[in-house]
């Protein structure tokens, strides 16, 4: 089993987040009954992991807006306008995180700041590790699973329409999913 726990203190590693093995994806409700999803495809970042007192643990992640993808160039291009990211003004996404909680052997919360259209919001993200080990090439990987939901309009997206049998097109909740694979140096 792997455990976010060691036999003797370290000092803290910075691993860098891989963006070919991770991945950014987002849910909201259409239509207010079905599921439509997303994800972005550039994302960067470092987790610096303190095993001693994950407390001093940290996350920083950029993510490249106009890298959305929700296998509809016409929805992508409207992801990209000023009704949502306003990818010209806010080319990037990011998340710095502020506190670190233990909630198990191999759980965190990860509390930080997203800041999304130049609107800067606290998160706080449940996550797991998932993994850790040597790959074929012989650097150390460590995976982590994260999960929140925001609320788009605390960011400024606010575009929607109303439906004429009641509700509206996109919900105000956005699920968030994160898959991180991170190298370490």
Known sequence: MTTLT????????VWTIDPK????????????FTTAKGRFGTIQGTITL??????????EAEIDAAS???RDEQRDAHLRSADFFDVERYPRLTFRSTRVERLGEDRVR???DLTIRGTTRPVTFDAELTGRG?????????GFRAETAINRKD???VWNVALETGGVL???TVKVLLEVEAIKP
């Open 6 to 13: 060691t036999t003797q203190p370290q000092a803290s590693t």
């Open 21 to 32: 093995h991770s991945l950014v994806e987002f849910s909201v409700k259409h239509m207010m």
């Open 50 to 59: 303190d095993e001693a007192d994950l407390a001093r643990s940290s996350v």
């Open 68 to 70: 959305v993808d929700t």
């Open 110 to 112: 990860v509390t930080g």
């Open 134 to 142: 040597i790959s074929p090439w012989g650097t150390e990987v460590i």
């Open 155 to 157: 960011f400024g997206l």
């Open 170 to 172: 996109v919900s105000d």
